[in-house]
């Protein structure tokens, strides 16, 4: 008997995880695409043609431009390449063959091998092969005409259809994955991991690798925030931090930096407000420039900047700050895609409290995870 249901669960419907805005949305843009697909099609044609005016494949399309738009299935050159491509090859298997049954078992396969080929795979483009062998006397009748009408006008029509619903409802299509997506380094997966999975995987998934790696980092990011919950920037933050002031000269903020082997002093002005930040990079970059321009020689081995160069000179006046309760979930991102090293934290007067860098980090995520341990031990 378990036998049985779990055999049965296996055809149980996956959910869907869509409003019902977006359902809602996804059927008046079938209705309106099928509705000038037909209109369209009939001031093209005629209303007294003996053209179909509209093809039973073109409701399958229209499931996939108006339910599944990001699909790679429901691209323009999907429905275009794979309706068109399908409707040559039927028609030229029903002329190869007389043997109608024969030719639709032909046209199918080679209509989905000439889509792998193209890159224009498109389910219901099938069926247009298929229309094309057992379409009747009138369909045949049409020889190749049939790739333009009513093929060519139904799938021009409705790619229209879509396109303009599409930008007129605030959606992304054609498709493009968003540009927050992926970050350019990450401390997890790569995209050479993504795309070795996927090949390794050997069949060919309804969506794009590049949705699967904005996905996937979404759900690493969540994954750090539900670890890492009920652990605040005041929680692993250096309390104890150097600063100087934009009126120092910036020989004597280097010689800060080297004496207490730090990477970045923090630039407050009298209230302890933080209004930029100096690193190392930026005494190099400037120590670089400077010789550069007087005698066009190498860096010196020690920086070391003209009397008159003060901080507020070669510091990032705008800085990334954290607050004491934030998350240092939320601080992950920034340390591991956008090159940052180390984060003042200030109060809500914008006064500095501590810093926090990457070590921060890492040793308030090991003593959460020691205190899991602890608490399950327990």
């Not at 029903?94 to 109608?100: I, L, M, N, T």
């Not at 091998?113 to 094309?132: D, E, I, K, N």
């Amino acid at each position: 008997m378990s036998l049985v249901r779990n055999c049965l669960r296996r055809f149980a419907p996956a959910a869907i995880h869509l409003n019902n805005k977006e359902r809602l949305r996804s059927c008046l843009g079938a209705l309106i695409g099928i509705a000038l697909t037909a209109g369209l099609t009939r001031l093209a044609v005629g209303s007294n043609s003996s053209l179909p005016l509209l093809l039973a494949p073109m409701g399958a399309s229209a499931v996939l431009l108006f339910a599944v738009p990001a699909s790679p299935l429901s691209q323009p050159w999907s429905i275009i390449g794979g309706n068109l491509v399908s409707a040559l090859v039927g028609v030229a298997c029903v002329r190869a063959v007389g043997d109608s049954m024969v030719a639709a078992t032909m046209a199918v396969p080679l209509a989905i091998a000439a889509m792998f080929y193209l890159r224009c795979v498109h389910p219901p483009s099938g069926a247009v092969a298929l229309t094309a062998v057992l379409g009747g006397t009138t369909v045949h009748g049409l020889g190749y005409g049939f790739v333009l009408a009513p093929v060519g006008l139904n799938t021009v029509a409705l790619l229209a259809s879509a396109l303009v619903y599409h930008r007129l409802t605030g959606h992304r299509y054609p498709h493009r994955a968003a540009a927050s997506a992926a970050p350019a380094r990450r401390t997890g997966f790569t995209r050479a991991d993504l795309e070795e999975a996927l090949a390794q995987h050997g069949e060919m998934l309804d969506v794009e690798a590049e949705d699967l790696q904005a996905l996937f980092s979404e759900v690493e990011i969540r994954a750090y925030r539900r670890h890492m919950e009920n652990l605040f920037c005041a929680d692993v933050m250096s309390a104890a931090v150097r600063t100087v002031r934009p009126d120092m000269t910036a020989d004597a903020a280097w010689n800060l930096l080297r004496e207490h082997q730090i990477k970045a002093l923090p630039v407050v002005d009298d209230a302890q407000r933080v209004i930029g930040i100096v690193t190392q990079m930026d005494f190099v970059v400037h120590a670089h420039a400077q010789v550069q321009a007087n005698a066009g020689a190498e860096l010196p081995g020690t920086v070391r900047l003209r009397p008159r160069v003060l901080v507020r000179d070669i510091m990032s006046g705008e800085v990334k700050t954290a607050r004491l309760l934030q998350p240092i979930s939320e601080l992950v991102p920034m340390f591991a895609s956008y090159g940052h090293h180390h984060l003042p934290v200030v109060d809500t007067a914008n006064r500095l409290r501590g810093m926090v860098t990457q070590a921060n980090l890492v040793a308030g995520l090991y003593q959460k995870s020691l205190d899991q341990i602890t608490a399950r031990a327990a």
